[in-house]
Protein backbone atom coordinates (compact mmCIF):
# COMPACT_ATOMS: atom_id res chain seq x y z
CA UNK A 1 0.00 0.00 0.00
CA UNK A 2 1.16 3.54 -0.60
CA UNK A 3 0.17 6.57 0.48
CA UNK A 4 0.54 10.30 -0.41
CA UNK A 5 0.60 12.70 2.24
CA UNK A 6 -0.23 16.31 1.00
CA UNK A 7 1.13 19.05 3.68
CA UNK A 8 -1.73 21.34 5.05
CA UNK A 9 -0.04 23.60 7.83
CA UNK A 10 -1.88 26.88 6.93
CA UNK A 11 -5.23 25.12 7.09
CA UNK A 12 -4.13 23.94 10.57
CA UNK A 13 -2.44 27.18 11.32
CA UNK A 14 -5.17 29.17 10.12
CA UNK A 15 -7.51 26.92 12.29
CA UNK A 16 -5.85 28.00 15.32
CA UNK A 17 -5.12 31.39 14.49
CA UNK A 18 -1.75 31.50 14.41
CA UNK A 19 0.76 33.69 12.08
CA UNK A 20 3.80 32.22 10.76
CA UNK A 21 6.20 34.23 13.14
CA UNK A 22 4.65 32.96 15.80
CA UNK A 23 4.93 29.42 14.81
CA UNK A 24 8.57 29.81 13.89
CA UNK A 25 9.13 31.63 17.53
CA UNK A 26 7.13 28.64 18.81
CA UNK A 27 8.39 26.26 17.29
CA UNK A 28 12.46 27.19 15.78
CA UNK A 29 11.56 26.57 13.03
CA UNK A 30 12.70 29.33 10.42
CA UNK A 31 9.97 31.18 9.07
CA UNK A 32 11.29 31.02 5.28
CA UNK A 33 10.55 26.78 6.12
CA UNK A 34 7.07 27.35 7.76
CA UNK A 35 6.11 29.61 4.33
CA UNK A 36 7.35 27.05 1.84
CA UNK A 37 6.39 23.71 3.68
CA UNK A 38 2.66 23.48 2.06
CA UNK A 39 4.61 23.86 -1.54
CA UNK A 40 7.41 21.04 -0.22
CA UNK A 41 7.30 17.52 -1.12
CA UNK A 42 10.30 17.12 1.89
CA UNK A 43 10.02 18.00 5.02
CA UNK A 44 13.59 17.90 7.99
CA UNK A 45 12.40 15.59 10.83
CA UNK A 46 12.90 17.80 13.39
CA UNK A 47 10.64 20.40 11.51
CA UNK A 48 7.73 18.32 10.92
CA UNK A 49 8.23 17.25 15.35
CA UNK A 50 8.51 20.99 16.07
CA UNK A 51 5.79 22.67 14.81
CA UNK A 52 3.39 19.33 15.52
CA UNK A 53 4.85 20.02 19.09
CA UNK A 54 4.59 23.87 19.28
CA UNK A 55 0.93 23.74 17.85
CA UNK A 56 -0.42 20.82 20.22
CA UNK A 57 -0.94 18.41 17.49
CA UNK A 58 -0.41 15.24 16.52
CA UNK A 59 2.19 14.66 13.10
CA UNK A 60 -0.29 13.20 11.10
CA UNK A 61 -2.62 16.32 11.21
CA UNK A 62 0.18 18.52 9.42
CA UNK A 63 -0.82 16.52 6.35
CA UNK A 64 -3.86 14.81 4.07
CA UNK A 65 -3.06 11.41 3.95
CA UNK A 66 -4.61 8.95 1.23
CA UNK A 67 -4.16 5.48 -0.06
CA UNK A 68 -2.71 5.60 -3.49
CA UNK A 69 -4.24 4.54 -6.71
CA UNK A 70 -2.77 2.13 -8.54
CA UNK A 71 -2.59 4.07 -11.39
CA UNK A 72 -0.38 7.03 -8.91
CA UNK A 73 1.97 3.60 -7.45
CA UNK A 74 3.18 2.70 -11.23
Keep these: MKLNAT ?3 NGVMKA ?5 IRLS ?3 GVPQGSISRFDKNS ?3 DWHVF ?6 GV ?12 EEDAE
Excluded: C, N
Excluded at 50 to 55: G, N, T, V
Design 7 to 9: PRL
Design 50 to 55: SIAKAL
Design 25 to 27: EAS
Design 42 to 44: RHE
Design 16 to 20: KGWTQ
Design 58 to 69: EVDELFEIEEAT
